[in-house]
T-cell receptor
Framework: AQTVTQSQPEMSVQEAETVTLSCTYD???????LFWYKQPPSRQMILVIR??????QNATENRFSVNFQKAAKSFSLKISDSQLGDAAMYFC???????????FGTGTRLTIIP | DGGITQSPKYLFRKEGQNVTLSCEQNLNHDAMYWYRQDPGQGLRLIYYSQIVNDFQKGDIAEGYSVSREKKESFPLTVTSAQKNPTAFYLC?????????????FGPGTRLTVL
């Protein structure tokens, strides 16, 4: 069974600085997708970024980028120029290609210090 | 505006009672999902449905039931057989399979058993 591990329950960063959230996963498959979801205090989940495992290039969405290391099964999220609105729980998730199921990590609570 | 609605936002029930959580989407998505979220844990999949009149058990289906009579609706019933039903419940939908397509989430329902 696939598992997703987020080893940092809480992180904090100064506003305008850069922070990296860690995620590792375990799978024996080669075709899969990885995601980072954000859950702000409103508790509505929002997709931040997505990575296809077959792509070597790391995904980027504005201030958000990932460091995808397939051999190491690592998928970290980097947030540049942190803003107060980035404060949230961040969940890493995995989905096998052609499968309906998302497997989530336990989340990292990110605090932005003004 | 297209999106997913869940009602009610807060729900209280007495032990031994069944309760139904509503989930409606107007995104014309085929797939719909129910997740449960507990403190310190990631989201766990309860049930999912790819098409009308068909649904599949997720990881923690015991004590829950669903129906999918209409494409836009996927209600979840928490039965008295669910041993620890107090949790936050999230509904989601996607165009197709989770791996290939983004899941969009509703605002959630907080269920408390008194």
């Amino acid at each position: 069974a696939q598992t997703v591990t987020q080893s940092q329950p809480e992180m904090s960063v100064q506003e305008a600085e850069t922070v990296t959230l860690s995620c590792t996963y375990d799978t024996s498959e080669s075709d899969y997708y990885l995601f980072w979801y954000k859950q702000p205090p409103s508790r509505q989940m929002i997709l931040v970024i997505r990575q296809e495992a077959y792509k070597q290039q790391n995904a980027t969405e504005n201030r958000f980028s990932v460091n995808f290391q397939k051999a190491a099964k690592s998928f970290s999220l980097k947030i540049s120029d942190s803003q107060l609105g980035d404060a949230a729980m961040y969940f890493c998730a995995y989905a096998l290609f052609g499968n309906e199921k998302l497997t989530f990590g336990t989340g990292t609570r990110l605090t932005i210090i003004p | 505006d297209g999106g997913i609605t869940q009602s009610p936002k807060y729900l209280f029930r007495k032990e031994g009672q069944n309760v139904t959580l509503s989930c409606e989407q107007n995104l014309n998505h085929d797939a719909m999902y129910w997740y449960r979220q507990d403190p310190g844990q990631g989201l766990r999949l309860i049930y999912y449905s790819q098409i009308v009149n068909d649904f599949q058990k997720g990881d923690i289906a015991e004590g829950y039931s669903v129906s999918r009579e209409k494409k836009e609706s996927f209600p979840l019933t928490v039965t008295s057989a669910q041993k620890n039903p107090t949790a936050f419940y999230l509904c989601a939908s996607s165009i197709g399979l989770a791996g290939d397509n983004e899941q969009f989430f509703g605002p959630g329902t907080r269920l408390t058993v008194l």
